[in-house]
């Protein structure tokens, strides 16, 4: 079953026929909100808000392991996760989607891992290719049946937040080979590979990263939130394909 995790701008899917609202107990405590079951172009997906239903849990606070966890023991097996990025790459341009190929993990002081529970061990996972090939290529095939266009690939680099990052940060991550900056894909990306669900990524370019275009002097989150009200639309657009597809 295929879940979607929805960050800031998809707090809800206008397209879902909302079944049930599960709330599910974890060993790792609360998911960011109850499992919202129910049907997009007739088959039955999961939405969860990353950041809550409210849109109140900062992205260094959200609970990535009882989130994934939850998916997992509901049954999912595909996690797109929904997420707005500042872009760097001179493409990623406000309004633009990718779907990243790699990630750089600037994050620090999450709960990043499964394994730390006496029963588990120690484990090392392999996480060369951190996103699910099979799933990336569903969501693109999506975007072109939607007739969106994404961009194939690109480095997401994952930084701690909630402030947005300075200029000299950003001229840094793009000499790491970063094309686009978010908060919330680490640990996200890694938790679903030790759990053994697919997992993907549809960034929604919402702002020149900072220092750039027009980022050049300050992020304005009036602009942002313009951008990603018209480019969730989008995004939906790509969700109903995906779901209406059953992974061909
Ligand atoms: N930086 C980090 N995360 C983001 C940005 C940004 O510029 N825009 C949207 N999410």
Redesign the pocket.
């Given at each position: 079953m295929l879940a979607i995790i929805g960050g800031?701008g998809l707090t809800h899917l206008a397209n879902l026929t909302v079944s049930q609202r599960l709330a599910v107990r974890t060993p790792y405590g609360e998911p960011s909100g109850p499992l919202t079951i129910g049907a997009v172009a007739g088959r039955e997906i999961v939405f969860l808000a990353r950041h809550g239903y409210g849109h109140t849990i900062p992205p260094h606070q959200v609970n990535y392991r009882a989130n994934i966890w939850a998916l997992h023991a509901q049954g999912v097996t595909d996690i797109v996760s929904i997420?707005?990025?500042?872009g760097i790459r001179a493409d990623l341009l406000p309004g633009v989607i990718a779907v990243p190929d790699q990630i750089i993990d600037y994050t620090h002081g999450r709960a990043s891992t499964f394994f730390t529970l006496e029963d588990r061990g120690v484990q090392h996972v392999d996480f060369t290719w951190p996103y699910s090939g099979g799933l990336r290529e569903r969501c693109l095939r999506a975007a072109r049946r939607a007739g969106v266009p994404v961009i194939d690939g690109g480095v997401y680099a994952a930084?701690q937040?909630p402030r947005?990052?300075t200029a000299a940060e950003i001229n840094r991550l793009e000499r790491d080979g970063a094309a686009m900056?978010?908060?919330t894909g680490m640990p996200e990306a890694i938790l679903a590979r030790e759990i053994g669900v697919n997992y993907a990524a549809v960034s929604l370019v919402?702002?020149h990263?900072?220092g750039r275009g027009g980022?050049a002097a300050s992020?304005s989150m009036l602009d942002?939130a313009a951008i990603l009200d018209g480019g969730m639309g989008k995004v939906r657009m790509i969700i109903e394909q995906m779901a209406g597809s059953d992974g061909d």
């Open positions: 800031s997420a707005s990025v500042g930084t937040g947005l990052e900056v978010g908060m919402a702002n990263a900072a980022s992020i942002v």
